[in-house]
């Protein structure tokens, strides 16, 4: 028994007519009757009562007509489900970002994504970008958004957004009265940073930046959250560097200024596995485009 011959019956069962079937279904008459027939063998029972200008169903074809609506009705929804997944329309993302990407936009794309695309379930999990390397290679998730760093060859990549570095320091700060800050004016200062377990790319870099206006940042405080950072910085416990986008998430108690004499610069990337599917490209459009918004 096959889709084709139940989508037949249940045309036969509904016109009760065979030649307003074949009619309906596009067909001619002879190759329906056969098809009816053969389904009838298969089962094994009598399904239609044919008389010379009339057609019934029997009980077991009342009973199959019943049955063939709700699995005629699912496969319709099968295909149609499988269709608008091919189109990006339906389905599941599961998407993993590291925490800044809070301030620069993840939310208002994902937002705008699902807004074309409502039957998509998006599920979103935060991770550092070592974590997101490894959950990608492993099918863990289907996109990430990563800082830059060390990627396999297998996973691509795009970058979103190249921004620079900012000192950020506390409000009433001598040296938050300038226009910028030179680096190297902060050898006496407590950092404030993220473990290099949490984020090895951001603390290498801060520290690699240090090291070339000469000094060796003193580390005093570490969190995993750039929000709690800049709050920290706010409290007067200490100084960062962040990137620009962090900005938004600067509190009232805490100033952020260009860097002098210094170019220094946070990449944030999109990473993939190499085969990816229309809603996948729908969300990183919706993400990149609200990032430059």
């Not at 056969?34 to 044919?50: C, D, K, P, S, V």
């Not at 520290?207 to 706010?234: D, K, T």
Request: aromatic share 6%.
């Amino acid at each position: 028994m096959d889709l084709r011959q139940l989508r037949y019956f249940a045309a036969v069962a509904e016109e009760l007519h065979f030649g307003r079937a074949a009619r309906r279904l596009h067909i001619s008459q002879p190759p329906l009757s056969l098809t009816i027939q053969q389904l009838e063998q298969e089962i094994g029972a009598l399904l239609l009562e044919r008389g010379n200008k009339t057609v019934a169903l029997t009980a077991a074809g009342a009973v199959l007509y019943q049955q063939a609506g709700r699995l005629l009705k699912l496969a319709d929804e099968v295909a149609d489900t499988a269709r608008r997944a091919g189109q990006g329309l339906a389905g599941r993302l599961r998407v993993g970002f590291v925490g800044a990407m809070l301030f620069r936009g993840l939310l208002d794309g994902v937002r705008a994504f699902q807004r074309q695309a409502p039957g998509v379930e998006v599920e979103l999990c935060e991770m550092n970008t070592d974590e997101q390397i490894r959950a990608l290679e492993f099918e863990q998730i289907d996109v990430g958004f990563i800082h830059a760093g060390n990627l396999p060859a297998r996973v691509e990549r795009q970058l979103l957004l190249r921004e620079p570095f900012l000192c950020c320091l506390p409000r009433g700060h001598a040296l938050s009265r300038g226009a910028a800050v030179a680096l190297d004016r902060l050898r006496e200062e407590s950092f404030i940073l993220f473990p290099r377990s949490v984020s090895a790319h951001y603390y290498d870099r801060i520290v690699a930046l240090c090291a070339q206006a000469g000094f060796s940042p003193r580390v005093r405080h570490e969190l995993r959250q750039w929000g709690g950072i800049v709050q920290m910085v706010a409290g007067g416990m200490g100084v960062t560097l962040a990137p620009a986008s962090l900005g938004r998430a600067a509190a009232g108690g805490a100033v952020l200024l260009p860097l002098a004499g210094a170019e220094a610069y946070s990449e944030t990337l999109c990473i993939w596995r190499r085969q990816r599917g229309a809603a996948t490209d729908g969300l990183i459009a919706a993400v990149a485009a609200a990032i430059k918004d």
